[in-house]
């Protein structure tokens, strides 16, 4: 703040007169334009600076309040243009309050020393007693977080980028807390060194301590009523309300906790959301979702994650503590009542159902029910590529993509089938078969860390893996076959040439986004040798990584057509094309077909049963129809339907281009 000038006597005698008190008026600095009227019964002690009120805000119910100070006990702080403030019952101390900022019934606004508000301190994720502490701060990643919770067997990592995130703590850090530019902060109690972002709305908290809540103009945050938060830090477009608890926690952007949710030790990333229930040291990657009063969520990774009621885990064995972790990898769902006894790592979108209590591994084969029979986990490997559930999820998630901030922090791949799931199929696929070659084709179940896969589950699996690779091998090929321009065999082959060597090798999921591994272990050496210093240079390669997905998995794709298929596209005929175009069109239609038989189960007569209240099976059907819709019109069949002809219709228009071209 610039251009401040003294109190004149007149202007003083003013303030005096209206109630208002000070030590020492000369410590009072005010911007021209500044008008005393609008500053009534207030104490200000220490270094004030005050700007100018000449707007007027609109309240609930058509009320209109002028900018301006009264009621309220102002220390050694910074008043903006345009801000008001009311009915302050202890005091504002230590804060740059920006312009156009509304502050209304509030106990205290402190900052309290020297404070980081929030930045640098460190959450115990997946690790309840520690070892995998992540320092949160405003421009935390899920990404960099990955980094810092999963690659501790690289020590010079970490120091690095505990370095990075220290030095970046020390830019923010202040002995005042700021209110930016149009925040407001209405019916709240105490905030003690907490930051507050531009337009953030704070309503009705109890306690804050040790925070920020980040915000923007597009897309600000909400803290809503009984809230009570410490050492922790929200991005913009995050929600939280309804006396949530939250103690060392990150909340990313467009993140929603509310309906008394309690989380501490815990980083929830873009789109997240926990109502009702629990979580303690949690790794949360985007889109993980606890709806339910009864659920706990502990020591775990998750993303993409549907946590079912009563969902719970337990990572202590009461020997050593709580120093058990597990892994539920993306696009998962967690069944009502469904238990599991950590360590365990579940693959890819699965479906836990049941109480599993022997430690199950099954992340080599995606896309698997996991159902406990007996005491006894049983996996049916590769069924959720014939779910309707899995395609409705992977087409609703982009569309639930809640941030609007035109700076994402997480960098998120959507893609149901991609390398990194597809890779984990191809593996699945050669296991299932080595297991039955090792134990006999006549065996009736095979083991595999700790699950029972039964022989009819064990065949299907394989078939449907099979078909699995196919269709995503094939929607890149005639990706490329219908936007590619050739003329010739040669011009074709040439157009299919992988860009590089980049992205051949192993994929995984980097808290949300597919990347190559060598990528990853590329930019973790260049962190060690210190040619990466900052978290903004991290950041830039996180987003040429999304900027070059397609191409690499490209690169990927043409390995695996040679590696699993026996396809050489470098030397492809128009033969070979056509028959693998046939081959990829009856692996769509066919997981389209199941899909559709899939989505039929919810319209059978079992599904009507509770309708019909009053009536015989016509008025039951006749108030499932009007309740539930027709089988034939539900958006979901639509879409199957829909999507099955227009593959088809691809599958005639590329085979037709290639008779014509390649003749």
């Known amino acids: 703040m610039t251009d401040f000038r003294a109190l004149t006597s007149e202007e003083t005698q003013k303030l005096e007169q209206q109630g208002c008190m000070c030590n020492d008026w000369s410590q009072i600095r005010v911007k021209d334009g500044f008008n005393a009227t609008h500053i009534r019964h207030s104490t200000f002690s220490g270094e004030i600076k005050i700007g100018c009120f000449n707007k007027e805000f609109d309240f609930p119910g058509g009320v209109k309040k002028h900018s301006g100070i009264s009621f309220a006990t102002i220390h050694n702080s910074n008043i903006g243009d345009n801000v008001y403030i009311s009915q302050v019952r202890n005091q504002i101390a230590n804060y740059n309050i920006e312009n156009d900022v509304i502050i209304e019934n509030v106990d205290s606004l402190t900052t309290e020393g020297e404070s980081c508000f929030g930045n640098g301190e460190k959450i115990a994720v997946l690790n309840e007693a520690g070892g995998r502490?992540?320092?949160?701060?405003?421009?935390?990643?899920a990404h960099t977080a990955y980094l810092m919770a999963f690659y501790r067997h690289r020590p010079k990592l970490i120091d690095r980028l505990y370095g990075m995130v220290d030095e970046y703590c020390a830019s923010v850090c202040s002995p005042k807390g700021t209110i930016q530019r149009g925040a407001r902060i209405i019916n709240s109690r105490t905030f003690l060194n907490v930051n507050i972002g531009p337009a953030a709305f704070v309503e009705g908290i109890y306690r804050l301590v040790n925070g920020t809540i980040n915000s923007s103009a597009e897309h600000p945050s909400y803290f809503g009523p009984g809230v009570i938060a410490e050492d922790f830090i929200a991005a913009s477009g995050s929600e939280v309300t309804d006396a949530t608890l939250i103690s060392k926690c990150f909340i990313g952007q467009g993140c929603i906790l509310g309906k008394h949710y309690s989380a501490e030790n815990s980083a929830f990333f873009a789109n997240c959301q926990g109502f009702h229930g629990e979580a303690c040291s949690i790794f949360a990657g985007p889109y993980t979702v606890s709806h339910h009063k009864s659920t706990l969520l502990i020591a775990g990774y998750y993303s993409f994650l549907?946590?079912?009621?009563?969902?719970?885990?337990?990572?202590?064995?009461?020997?050593?503590?709580?120093?058990h972790q597990g892994v539920v990898e993306r696009g998962s769902k967690t069944t009502s009542?469904?238990?599991?006894?950590?360590?365990?790592?579940?693959?890819?979108?699965?479906?836990?159902?049941?109480?599993?209590?022997?430690?199950?591994?099954?992340?080599?084969?995606?896309?698997?029910?996991?159902?406990?029979?007996?005491?006894?986990?049983?996996?049916?490997?590769?069924?959720?590529?014939?779910?309707?559930?899995?395609?409705?999820?992977?087409?609703?998630?982009?569309?639930?993509?809640?941030r609007k901030d035109s700076r994402k922090l997480d960098y998120i791949t959507f893609n149901l089938l991609s390398p990194y799931s597809v890779?984990?199929?191809?593996?699945?696929?050669?296991?299932?078969?080595?297991?039955?070659?090792?134990?006999?084709?006549?065996?009736?179940?095979?083991?595999?860390?700790?699950?029972?896969?039964?022989?009819?589950?064990?065949?299907?699996?394989?078939?449907?893996?099979?078909?699995?690779?196919?269709?995503?091998?094939?929607?890149?090929?005639?990706?490329?076959?219908?936007?590619?321009?050739?003329?010739s065999i040669d011009e074709l082959r040439k157009a299919l040439k992988p860009t590089s060597g980049e992205g051949t090798g192993q994929w995984i999921d980097m808290a949300g986004m597919i990347v190559p591994k060598e990528k990853v272990l590329e930019l973790v050496e260049n962190i060690e040798l210190g040619s990466i210093q900052s978290l903004q240079e991290i950041d830039t390669i996180f987003r040429s990584w999304q900027d070059n997905y397609y191409q690499w998995v490209w690169n990927?794709?043409?390995?695996?057509?040679?590696?699993?298929?026996?396809?050489?596209?470098?030397?492809?005929?128009?033969?070979?094309?056509?028959?693998?175009?046939?081959?990829?069109?009856?692996?769509?239609?066919?997981?389209?077909?199941?899909m559709f038989e899939d989505a039929r189960k919810e319209f059978t007569l079992k599904a009507q049963t509770g309708f019909g209240m009053d009536g015989e099976d016509e008025i039951r059907h006749t108030d499932f129809e009007q309740v539930r819709g027709a089988f034939e019109k539900h958006p979901a069949v639509c879409d199957i339907l829909e999507h099955t002809e227009k593959k088809k219709q691809l599958a005639v228009k590329i085979s037709v281009k290639l008779n014509r071209v390649l003749t």
Do not use: C
């Not at 079912?308 to 503590?321: F, I, P, R, T, V």
């Not at 299907?460 to 196919?470: S, V």
């Not at 026996?566 to 046939?582: N, T």
């Open 423 to 487: 890779e984990k199929i191809i593996k699945g696929k050669h296991t299932l078969k080595k297991l039955k070659e090792i134990s006999g084709a006549t065996s009736e179940y095979y083991m595999h860390n700790s699950v029972k896969i039964e022989a009819k589950a064990l065949e299907r699996g394989i078939q449907l893996y099979e078909t699995g690779i196919l269709k995503f091998l094939g929607n890149g090929l005639l990706k490329l076959l219908e936007t590619k321009n050739y003329t």
């Open 556 to 594: 990927w794709s043409v390995k695996v057509f040679s590696d699993e298929l026996g396809i050489d596209l470098d030397a492809i005929s128009r033969d070979e094309l056509l028959d693998f175009i046939s081959k990829w069109e009856k692996a769509v239609v066919s997981l389209d077909k199941m």
């Open 133 to 141: 502490e992540v320092p949160i701060f405003n421009e935390l990643s």
């Open 306 to 323: 549907n946590a079912g009621s009563g969902s719970n885990q337990s990572n202590h064995m009461y020997k050593l503590g709580p120093v």
């Open 337 to 402: 009542d469904s238990y599991l006894l950590w360590p365990a790592k579940i693959g890819p979108f699965s479906l836990v159902m049941g109480r599993h209590y022997r430690n199950p591994d099954t992340s080599s084969f995606p896309f698997s029910y996991l159902i406990e029979n007996r005491d006894e986990s049983y996996l049916a490997p590769g069924v959720n590529l014939r779910s309707i559930g899995t395609i409705r999820d992977a087409r609703k998630w982009p569309n639930r993509d809640k």
